[in-house]
């Protein structure tokens, strides 16, 4: 019997009853629930009474040594200010100062070294040690200076600067003067004296400038490592004198002629000039008569004064001849030049002719013939200027004067085209008050 229980009890367990199975799945799901409780944290637990423990352990860094490559090289510059020396500017370079002793040594026979522009920029070149390798220094012109280390000293050289061009444009208006206006605007002067010479032959400068006049003009600025050289050409103006415009562009035709026209191509280079002198205040305009101030009379007065200081340049009106060079009664010195025949013009009150003048000479538009004086009938430096024709004086700013020939009729299409961005850069600055760089 007992052998029959043993049989069926080694049977059973083969043959598993619903029951017990729900059992079975009942108690392997209770290590899954206890694993996701492990990842919760019961809400309303508090953080603070459990236990913190600060653990420090040494850690073995290797040893560092600095690098320092005294082959480095660092560029530096620094602009040159007012009572600066070539001494503190090295100084303020952080140069070391053996070095700055040998420069000094050096540079005593250079003359840039010793008259330094303020506002421009010296560059310098230097090892980690602060010792100096070069020293480059552009004053202006054509030429930079540059100074390098050699045998234990600084060896000069003059090198050609690399000359980059830029287009400038600016604008202003006459409050006062021609000179103060172009100043407020930032125009370097030998602009303002192209602006003069370019439009010399319509507008008088000296007499015909009024308050409200307005210029714009647009023209090259040459510089160098980044730093203004020098002005270059004045490529168009605009000039409005007393409401009336006056343009001016600057073509250079394929066979080389250059010269300034009109927006037309009428060229503006006439047979006379305004003025014969340069830019200065005028003491009285063209008169039908006056009071002499030596005389004591009323006599008239053929001609213009143009009051400015002893030794102004006075310049020839027109191409021409020279037809008296010397003492002449109330006129003093005076250059008489004759122009194509039924032309010439009078330049009275000389101080000095222009050295080698003599009677016969020719002479050409704009070349100086004397300087401005107070010889003769004369109260105080200035210049009696008359224009005649065929012996009859005639005021020469209400004469229509011949102009020179425009651009010929081939190059009108080159010409429209190389001009239409300049008049675009005009009108852009009409009515404005303004500096631009491009």
């Not at 080694?10 to 409780?37: C, E, N, V």
């Not at 600095?66 to 009572?83: A, K």
């Not at 009108?412 to 760089?437: I, V």
Request: proline share 5%; aromatic share 8%.
């Amino acid at each position: 019997m007992r052998d029959d229980k043993s049989g069926l009890i080694a049977q059973k367990p083969l043959a598993l009853t619903k029951k017990r199975l729900r059992w079975l799945i009942l108690l392997s799901s209770f290590p899954l629930f206890g694993m996701m409780a492990a990842f919760g944290i019961a809400p309303d637990t508090s953080l603070e009474d459990l236990p913190v423990q600060q653990v420090v352990l040494g850690l073995d860094l290797p040893e560092i040594h600095p690098s320092f490559d005294t082959n480095l090289e660092f560029r530096r510059q620094e602009r040159i200010q007012r009572g600066d020396t070539i001494a503190t500017l090295l100084s303020r370079l952080e140069v070391d100062n053996k070095d700055v002793v040998s420069f000094l040594r050096d540079a005593r026979n250079v003359k840039a070294m010793h008259q330094l522009v303020p506002g421009k920029i010296v560059h310098v070149q230097t090892n980690a040690m602060g010792q100096l390798l070069w020293l480059r220094y552009f004053p202006g012109g054509s030429e930079q200076l540059m100074m390098e280390k050699s045998d234990g000293g600084f060896k000069t050289s003059e090198q050609p600067a690399q000359l980059e061009t830029h287009i400038q444009m600016k604008s202003g208006v006459i409050n006062s003067s021609l000179f103060a206006a172009v100043d407020s605007a930032g125009v370097p002067e030998s602009i303002a004296l192209q602006i003069v010479d370019i439009l010399a032959s319509d507008i008088d400068f000296h007499r015909d400038l009024r308050k409200g006049d307005r210029f714009t003009v647009v023209y090259d600025s040459l510089y160098c490592n980044g730093e203004p050289a020098r002005p270059g050409r004045v490529l168009a103006v605009e000039f409005v004198n007393q409401g009336t415009p006056h343009r001016a562009l600057y073509f250079q035709a394929e066979s080389g002629e250059s010269g300034y026209y009109a927006p037309d191509g009428k060229n503006l280079r006439k047979a006379f000039l305004r003025s014969p002198l340069e830019f200065s205040r005028i003491s009285s305009g063209f008169s039908s008569a006056r009071f002499h101030p030596i005389l004591k009379t009323w006599r008239a007065h053929s001609g213009i004064d143009y009051a400015a200081p002893t030794g102004t340049r006075v310049k020839a009106a027109a191409d021409g001849t020279v037809a008296l060079a010397g003492w002449q009664g109330g006129y003093g010195n005076v250059v008489i030049l004759q122009h194509q025949g039924t032309y010439s013009t009078v330049y009275g009150h000389l101080s000095a002719f222009a050295k080698g003048l003599r009677k016969g000479q020719r002479v050409s538009q704009g070349d100086v013939i004397g300087h401005v004086g107070a010889t003769g009938m004369a109260t105080g430096p200035h210049l009696h200027y008359e224009f005649r024709f065929n012996g009859v004086q005639r005021d020469p700013l209400k004469v229509a004067m011949p102009a020179a020939h425009p651009v010929l009729a081939r190059h009108m299409p080159t010409f429209y085209e190389h001009t239409k961005p300049l008049m675009a850069r005009l009108d852009m600055l009409r009515g404005t008050n303004l500096a631009f760089l491009d």
